[in-house]
């Protein structure tokens, strides 16, 4: 286990202080985009159009230009006179900023309204005339496949159907001959619905553009603001707006599980709208334009898995339609257009393995959004996860003993994993076991024969998943083809007393705090001492931002090297200030002292003081230190869920009795915040496993685009989620430590869908795709009982 190495007042790693940023959040203070306010702002609400696939014929502006406040009517035409009307996804596809000629899914932007308020912007909207003509929408990405179906993107040379590509890892011979051979094969066709991230705050921007100094100042709620101010120069480079006249600041962020990572198109109008009128323009979204304007998942999954009839797994191949709406717009690396998909493994050790996706263009938003995990991550955990109990089902073994019996082991890590993965540590058994014993598996076991017996419905659900999350590394990974690392910046004030600056921007998780806890831990000074920034572009050094949980994995290991250059500099400082040579001064977290003569020590403060005022001479004055944290390898988290849930025959009314979540990510900087990042994770969670997902109709239309159909589970829908840890602390991680924040969400709906359909096994249902609700359960209940 892991013991502290400083007292609760330095408050380094292992400490569970409070969030020094709550108190902000806590009384009211948070300043989130929509609270800047800025002179002579102007609002612009977006026109959206009400069909899914649709010609436009004309755009009116008149009767909106009428109404005294609204100044402007933005359309496509409008921004194609500065080729400005469409812009690059950040998978390298092309997205319509506004269309000129045609719309692809239903509340796609048409135009945009400029008012001198947000109540006459919207009156604007509504007078805008869009005479549309109506096409019939693609929905079905099976469908999009088909000969005779309409091309969706004729703008896009040399595309003649709607294939967008192809990608495959693996050895497909060998694997489909493994299968072959195998003793037993189980194979089922999993679906991961459409959801949306549906965080708290939504979508905004206020851009700012003074054509004195020509700078633009732009506030966004973005979970990579340097990445995103890059992006933005190269789009817009052509009309003026060069890199180092763009200002971005994220401030604080309600959320974003993947959501603010990309470019929407209302920033791209709100900068355009203020570089054109030279006054700030604000755009926040409403919930539904939030809702029905992105989505995560929609991965349509084939999976096969070969086992010898003991139960020892040999192959797996997994085949995938990925519907991508009418543009690939998922912020995935380059080289992974799949995003770590290819993780699809599991915790499991076995030879043979193929993974393959094909992606199709629909009537339907784009998307992609890694939602809360590591690009496609929780798709992967979902298909291997539910075929591992689908095989223990199928054999009639326990699905503990099956995973123990495949388990990787912890003396073979490093593990290479057949689809090409250096997994770094794990004790997979560990975690497993503890799980089983803080749940009480075998008790369980007991009473779930019992009630089978007396005819009633109680399932038990294991999830044991590998995770893999903290990119970089650099040489892999990317954005739009900038290299992925992250950086971290300290000063170190001459009082001792420390400012610290990340490329990284938190939307919640606490970085305030941990960053400061990891530099007191290294430093020794005080954790409160630190103060720590992010998501300024103009004072944080260059970073890739907050997603797929690599803060921890990419920054965090930046802070604590950039301190350990700074503890060596204050090493020759405080040998100056203590008159002995270098080589006879001993570190010991905050202070330096003479080998062998204890009493003869400086602390962190007073060598601090000292590279201000006392150094030694020909040293560079100052102490401060940058580093730039590029990783050798990805972290691999892992956990082991159980969930045991009872079903009432009657209603397919779902409760879930227990749900125990044992994490191990390696070592834990602060486990309030670590246990607080795992409770909001597994109720995002549950979230898709019985409650959320976007539904259509065949028109294109969106059926659940308001909260009141869009079930976002509160805490009256969330268990009692009980947690606990293993430490495998990771070899290559300057802290032993791994990213946690999306393994919640990754490994909670394999396990409670497992547990509704062991809950239902004895009905003969084998499987049940994501979301399983009450009137699904009721459905396959009937459909069972009619077929028996
Ligand atoms: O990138 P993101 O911040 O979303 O994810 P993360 O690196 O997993 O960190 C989420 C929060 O948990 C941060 O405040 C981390 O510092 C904290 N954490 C921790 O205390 N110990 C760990 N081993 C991992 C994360």
Redesign the pocket.
């Known amino acids: 286990m892991f013991s502290c190495k400083t007292s609760p007042e330095v408050g380094g790693?292992g400490h569970s202080v409070k969030r020094k940023e709550d108190a902000r959040f806590l009384h009211g203070k948070g300043n989130y985009t929509d609270d800047v306010k800025l002179p002579g702002m102007l609002s612009m609400v977006m026109v959206r159009s009400p069909y899914a696939y649709a010609k436009i014929k004309s755009i009116n502006k008149e009767k909106a230009l009428a109404i005294d406040g609204v100044l402007a009517v933005i359309t496509g035409e409008d921004l194609a006179q500065y080729n400005l009307h469409w812009m690059p996804t950040l998978l390298s596809d092309t997205q319509m900023v506004l269309p000129t000629d045609t719309v692809m899914h239903q509340s796609q932007e048409v135009c945009a309204v400029i008012a001198t308020d947000r109540y006459i912007a919207v009156d604007g909207a509504e007078a805008v005339d869009v005479q549309y003509e109506p096409m019939q929408a693609i929905v079905d990405p099976f469908k999009a496949l088909d000969d005779d179906a309409p091309l969706l993107r004729p703008d896009k040379e040399g595309q003649k159907d709607n294939h967008i590509y192809h990608w495959e890892r693996g050895d497909k011979a060998k694997t489909e001959a493994a299968i072959a051979a195998a003793d037993v094969v189980v194979k089922e066709r999993i679906h991961l619905p459409r959801i949306h991230v549906a965080s708290i705050e939504t979508c905004g921007v206020v851009a700012s553009y003074d054509k004195d100094t020509e700078k633009m100042l732009i506030y966004l709620t973005s979970q990579a603001p340097h990445a995103i101010r890059t992006i933005l120069a190269l789009v817009a480079g052509h009309v003026g707006l060069s890199e180092e006249k763009i200002r971005i600041i994220a401030p604080d962020i309600g959320g974003g599980f993947g959501g603010k990572v990309p470019v929407y198109p209302g920033y791209v109008v709100a900068i355009a709208a203020s570089f054109l009128i030279g006054k700030p323009v604000k755009w926040i979204e409403d919930r539904s334009e939030n809702l029905v304007n992105g989505f995560a998942r929609d991965y349509h999954m084939d999976c096969e898995l070969a086992a010898t009839k003991d139960g020892k797994i040999q192959a797996f191949k997994v085949s995938t339609l990925a519907d991508h709406g009418y543009t690939d717009s998922s912020a995935n690396p380059s080289k992974y257009p799949t995003g770590m998909f290819s993780i699809c493994t599991g915790s499991y050790d076995y030879e043979h393995a193929f993974a393959e996706l094909d992606a199709v263009y629909t009537n339907k938003a784009p998307g992609g959004v890694a939602y809360r995990c590591s690009f496609r991550v929780t798709e992967a955990v979902h298909a291997i996860e539910r075929m591992v109990d689908k095989l223990a089902a199928e054999l009639q073994m326990d699905p503990a003993e099956i995973r123990f019996k495949n388990f990787i082991k912890k003396d073979q890590f490093p593990y290479a994993s057949p689809l090409g993965w250096s997994y770094d540590s794990g004790d997979y058994d560990a975690t497993l076991k503890k799980a089983m014993e803080m749940v009480g598996y075998d008790d369980y076991k007991k009473e779930q024969a019992e009630k089978r017996a007396q005819g009633k419905l109680m399932g038990i659900g294991l999830c044991t998943f590998t995770e893999v999350?903290?990119a970089g590394p650099s040489k892999d990974f990317d954005i739009l083809g900038i290299a992925m690392f992250d950086s971290a910046e300290i000063r170190v004030h001459p009082t001792g007393k420390a400012m610290a600056r990340f490329g990284?921007k938190?939307?919640g998780?606490?970085?305030e705090?941990?960053?400061a806890?990891?530099l007191a831990e290294e430093l020794g000074i005080p954790y409160t001492d630190i103060e720590i920034e992010e998501g300024d572009t103009d004072t944080a050094p260059y970073g890739l931002g907050?997603?797929?949980?690599?803060?921890?994995?990419t920054?965090?290991a930046a802070a604590a090297i950039a301190a350990r250059k700074l503890k060596d500099k204050g090493k020759k400082i405080a040998a100056h200030l203590l008159e002995v040579s270098e080589e006879d001064i001993e570190w010991e977290v905050g202070k330096y002292f003479v080998k062998g003569a204890p009493e003869k020590s400086k602390t962190i403060q007073d060598v601090a003081f000292a590279a201000y005022t006392n150094f030694p001479p020909g040293m560079e004055p100052g102490f401060e230190a940058t580093h730039y944290y590029d990783p050798p390898n990805l972290t691999f988290?892992n956990g082991a869920y159980i969930c045991v849930v009872e079903v009432d025959e009657e209603t397919g009314a779902i409760d879930v009795k227990r749900f125990v979540a044992i994490d191990d990510?390696?070592?834990?900087?602060?486990?309030m915040?670590?246990e607080?990042?795992v409770h909001g994770g597994l109720t995002q969670g549950i979230a898709p496993a019985m409650y959320e997902g976007i539904e259509y109709d065949d028109e294109g239309n969106v059926l659940n685009g308001t909260l009141m159909d869009y079930l976002v589970p509160t805490a009256v829908e969330s268990p009692h989620w009980e947690t606990g840890h293993t430490i495998t602390p990771s070899p290559h991680h300057p802290?032993g430590?791994?990213?946690?924040?999306?393994?919640p969400t990754v490994g909670a709906p394999p396990a409670i869908a497992n547990a509704i359909i062991d809950a239902l096994y004895p009905l003969g249902i084998k499987h049940l795709d994501i979301p399983i609700t009450p009137a699904k359960v009721w459905e396959a209940i009937q459909e069972a009982k009619a077929k028996a």
């Open positions: 790693m999350v903290g990284t938190s939307q998780q606490g970085h705090t941990t960053y806890q990891i907050t997603y797929a949980s690599r803060s921890t994995p920054a965090g988290p990510c390696g070592n834990i900087i602060n486990p915040i670590v607080g990042q802290l430590a791994k990213g946690v924040a999306e393994s």
